[in-house]
């Protein structure tokens, strides 16, 4: 059993809330990413499941044990640093040994282990360099390949690809990915790139100042984030904030003086809880006649090619929004132009940046037991445990 759960983790560093009443359940063998902005407590959550720090307060559990306050040895788990932390003067062979050998385990048996990791990873021919002889790449799969060799009960990744070029992050976060799969294992991914979130997890956990805003599926974080920061900080270009005033009369939400028509229902929820805002993502939007009754009037602000599409930004009032369109669209600054939103596309926020209306065009989850493949009995003594969260 692999669950690994927060319960009422408090953490300060001095005058600095790091985390404030965080709860938090990773089911055994899920892919989680816990997502964030930097200074959002993140980190701080991973290193005290490591046993790097400890919490003020609430308990941390790892399968039906509480390690609150085991040491990083005691826990049975394996991290993976951003820097990678591989010895310099060790071959690549002896880096990922480097833990069995902790445990005490006989050295025919660390052989085979290096040797089946390697060829898990694709690096067995790399087995006899030393790591200043190897590519990022390389060096992040002799990470990887130590932690693994462990088969400890939960993997946890601090940022490990942001030292990487753009074009191989993007690689490995798809290998990343089946291995996690291939492996079953719990694991646990720190960053601050949305996009390695969406793609890579089973759940990603949205977390501001020391807060978890939201825990769900990547897809339901997007269609139905559950505040407005969430709303804004997944999705890129970011969703939309249009501030407005409902209209009782004409049942509507009033962007710059153009009547959004609501349903009686969304209507009503948003006069109960005093809505103030509208949020709609920029591939939502449509350019039309800007004398059209029902269009939000505006004019260009910028238009920039992005390849196989143009992200189009327009001014509405006092603010500036942002539409996904065909590639090559254009127009000159400053052009008026007419902008069209579906209502059942927005979402509402109330004056404290909670979600009152969801988007309707969409169907919603069904709520349904996530059943997670079992993971591999671990081979070796499970008494055993590493001397190090390496």
Not at 115 to 141: F, M, N, Y
Request: glycine content about 8%; aromatic content about 6%.
């Amino acid at each position: 059993m692999s669950r690994v759960a927060y319960e009422g983790v408090a953490k300060r560093f001095g005058d600095v809330v790091a985390l404030r009443e965080f709860d938090l359940e990773v089911p055994d063998g899920a892919f989680l990413v816990m997502l964030g902005p930097s200074g959002c407590g993140k980190t701080t959550a991973l290193r005290i499941l490591a046993g790097l720090e400890l919490p003020d307060a609430g308990k941390v559990l790892l399968g039906d044990r509480d390690v609150t306050r085991l040491q990083p040895r005691d826990r049975d788990i394996a991290m993976v640093f951003q820097s990678y932390a591989l010895y310099p003067h060790m071959t690549v062979a002896e880096n990922i040994a480097y833990p069995l050998g902790l445990r005490h385990v006989e050295k025919a048996e660390r052989t085979r282990a290096v040797r089946e990791v390697a060829e898990l990873l694709e690096i067995g021919h790399l087995l006899d360099r030393r790591p200043k002889q190897l590519s990022g790449g390389q060096r992040q799969r002799i990470a990887l390949a130590r932690a693994i060799v462990r088969d400890p009960q939960a993997f946890l990744m601090d940022e490990p690809l942001s030292n990487l070029d753009a074009k191989l992050r993007a690689s490995m976060r798809g290998e990343l990915k089946r291995l996690q799969k291939r492996l079953s294992a719990t694991t646990i991914y720190v960053t601050h790139d949305q996009a390695e979130a969406t793609t890579m997890a089973d759940l990603v956990a949205v977390m501001h100042d020391g807060v978890l805003e939201q825990l769900a599926p990547p897809l339901e974080i997007y269609d139905r984030p559950a505040t407005r920061f969430v709303a804004t900080f997944v999705g890129n270009p970011p969703l939309n904030v249009l501030p407005g005033a409902l209209d009782g009369e004409r049942r509507a939400f009033v962007i710059a003086g153009t009547p959004v028509p609501l349903t009686e229902s969304a209507y009503i929820a948003c006069a109960e809880h005093r809505v103030t805002e509208l949020g709609i993502r920029p591939e939502d939007l449509s350019v039309v006649d800007p004398g059209r009754a029902d269009a939000l009037a505006g004019e260009i602000y910028v238009v920039e090619p992005l390849g196989n599409e143009t992200l189009v930004q327009v001014r509405i009032g006092d603010s500036v929004v942002a539409l996904l369109l065909e590639r090559g669209w254009d127009a000159p600054i400053g052009m008026p132009i007419g902008v069209a939103l579906e209502p059942a596309a927005a979402c509402f926020f109330d004056g404290d940046g909670r979600t009152v209306v969801h988007r309707s065009d969409r169907p919603e989850p069904r709520a349904h037991e996530v059943r997670w493949p079992a993971k591999a009995t671990p081979q070796g003594d499970p008494q055993t445990r590493e001397r190090s969260v390496l």
